[in-house]
């Protein structure tokens, strides 16, 4: 059922703006098209379902063990292949929100681990920001904090800046979930901002968007893959790419993106090799991508099953290009 697609303003650094001449893996994630304008059939009105777990504003609590906290839904550009796109932009969440979300993680002690994410958590003022991780440092259940971020690909030179700004002491660990898709944005300066955020003592992780005319081929994704292992970083999650109107352009058939990671798996260190996930459609949760929860129908479409064991389908992609080139 084709929803139309929010529209979403083209923002970008100028610094991304310099590197989007130089690499059109970089210009095609931050310039927009004509296409996202465009509502297909191949949309899904609730292609994460964030709504259905969401017991207080920007809070998200789906796993018992973790919460994602929504402290600000602004980022330093805008990636056109935004599944929140619906919702990206400068609103953040009040200092009363704030208040009754801490209030709900202090009171839940089986939750051990507070995903700080939104919008780019890392673009809120430095003071709100040293404010918030030190409240959340003093909830004792609190063993982790996460951030996913993309502000060392968005603007490097501020993510040094944040992580210069962040305490040097903290008793939760923290953990950074650094957002990149192409190799081309481990930039000198994207290396720095890695290198800064080690240096205030995070643990970091990668996450990418499997997108189509960036890093859909074997040889893309190891070479960044490897490339972050060299920066310390290591792979965590490459997700298929969700079905928010305005996207289709970036679409991977679901088959295409298990035959790459199959193609990986035998030519890639195991430090190099992120899990490749699904966010089941409705809020159902992320899921492997692989046989043990997605399973092909005889119709080309899919079944996947949920943590809870509940079964759901996944629709068939409409001109499925399955094919995977050989690695370089
Ligand atoms: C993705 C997600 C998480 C984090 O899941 P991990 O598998 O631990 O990375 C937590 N809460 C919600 C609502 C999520 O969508
Ligand atoms: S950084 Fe994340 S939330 Fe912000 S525009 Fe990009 S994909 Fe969307």
């Known amino acids: 059922m084709p929803v139309p697609p929010h529209p979403l303003t083209e923002l970008l650094t100028p610094y991304l703006r310099a590197l989007a001449k130089t690499s059109p893996a970089v210009a095609r ?3 927009g098209v004509a296409a996202e304008a465009e509502a297909t059939p ?37 990636c056109r292949f935004c599944f929140r796109r619906d919702r990206v932009g400068a609103r953040r969440m009040s200092d009363g929100q704030l208040d009754a979300a801490l209030a709900y993680v202090s009171a839940r002690p089986q939750i051990h681990e507070v995903i700080l994410s939104g919008g780019d958590p890392l673009t809120l003022p430095q003071a709100r920001l040293a404010d918030l991780l ?20 968005h603007d490097p030179a501020r993510a040094v800046r944040v992580a210069q700004a962040l305490a040097p002491e903290r008793r939760a660990a923290l953990w950074i979930a650094l957002h990149v898709n192409h190799a081309d944005e481990l930039t000198a300066e994207a290396k720095a901002a890695i290198r800064a955020l080690h240096g205030a003592g995070a643990f970091l992780v990668s996450q990418t968007v499997l997108l189509a005319g960036v ?67 409705g809020g159902h949760g992320k899921v492997w991508a692989t046989d043990a929860y997605v399973t092909p129908a005889a119709d080309g479409s899919w079944t996947a099953r949920a943590i809870d064991g509940s079964r759901h389908p996944y629709p068939a992609d409409a001109d499925a290009v399955v094919a995977v080139p050989p690695t370089k």
């Open 29 to 31: 994630q931050f310039l």
């Open 42 to 78: 191949d949309d899904l009105a609730d292609p994460i379902g964030d709504a259905a777990h969401s017991p207080l504003p920007g809070l998200v609590h789906r796993y018992p063990d973790r919460v994602l906290l929504l402290p600000t839904m602004a980022c330093a550009s805008h």
């Open 134 to 153: 030190a409240r959340l440092d003093a909830i004792d259940s609190v063993e982790t904090v996460r951030i996913h971020t993309r502000l060392a690909v």
């Open 215 to 281: 890093n859909d081929d074997a040889a893309t994704l190891a070479t960044l893959f490897r490339a972050l292992v060299r920066q310390g970083v290591k792979p965590y999650y490459l997700h298929h790419p969700d079905r928010a109107a305005g996207t289709e352009h970036f679409r991977v058939p679901l088959a295409r993106g298990r035959a790459l990671v199959e193609t990986l798996r035998g030519t890639l260190s195991g430090l190099a090799q992120p899990t490749y996930v699904l966010d089941i459609p």
